[in-house]
């Protein structure tokens, strides 16, 4: 029976620990179009922990993501990148 309510509780937790992912990506998502619309840039940082500026015409609209099947932030390149 104990092995049983922990496997139980095991399932609940990660069910739980999913939900919470997508609530906090979708806040994630929301924030950043907000700044968007509103012409503001926002800072992330890169995978070495470098922080990058990106300013809001850079920022791919929140509906193209979504449209695109997209989780993640997506940044449109400039002339200037490589």
């Not at 919470?20 to 800072?43: C, P, Y």
């Amino acid at each position: 029976i104990c092995r049983i309510l922990r496997t139980m509780k095991a399932r609940s937790d990660k069910k739980l620990l999913e939900q919470l992912n997508e609530l906090t990506q979708e806040a994630v998502d929301k924030a950043i179009e907000k700044h968007r619309l509103r012409g503001e840039s926002i800072a992330i940082s890169g995978e070495q922990g470098k922080v990058k500026i990106i300013s809001a015409d850079r920022i791919t609209p929140l509906l193209v993501r979504m449209a695109r099947g997209s989780e993640t932030l997506t940044i449109k390149k400039n002339n200037h990148d490589k």
